[in-house]
């Protein structure tokens, strides 16, 4: 699952807030060698529990320890993250890659921000299953 800040989020022409935008996977500073993601599976079933265990991981290992109240937190598949890069000729690997205080962090590494439209293809198509922060039950900090 990827952290999507509440900027990063679709906005319709309501101004309601929807799923990722394309900019959610932006690779940034932080995103050392691929794009930053949790492994819910790190820390048990795909479940909402185990959902908030990953939540928690990912906020330990940021350094503002916030996470915004209308972000959201995208999941995928890794079969349909490879699956969507095979479709743009992109051979990308999911690689599990711990770092402080989130055990089950990952890197989806082969790809670049100048793949705009796998990009676009990645929030539209692929990380489809989101929840917002402010409804999943995070405890505080």
Known sequence: MRYVAPNKRVVDENAVRGGPGPGAF??????????????????????APTRVIAAVAFRASIPSKK????????????????????????????????????PGHAEIRHFDDNDFDL???????????????????????
């Open 67 to 102: 996470l915004g109240a209308n972000g959201l937190f995208a999941r995928a598949t890794v079969g349909a993250v490879k699956s969507a890069a095979a479709g743009y000729k992109k051979s990308v690997r999911v690689v599990h890659d711990p770092v402080e205080g989130n």
């Open 26 to 47: 932006k690779l940034t500073p932080e995103d050392e060698g691929g794009l930053s993601v949790t492994e819910i599976e790190h820390f048990g079933a795909n479940d």
């Open 119 to 141: 990009l676009a293809f990645f929030a539209t198509d692929v990380f489809v299953d989101y929840e917002v922060v402010s409804a999943m039950g995070i405890p505080p900090a």
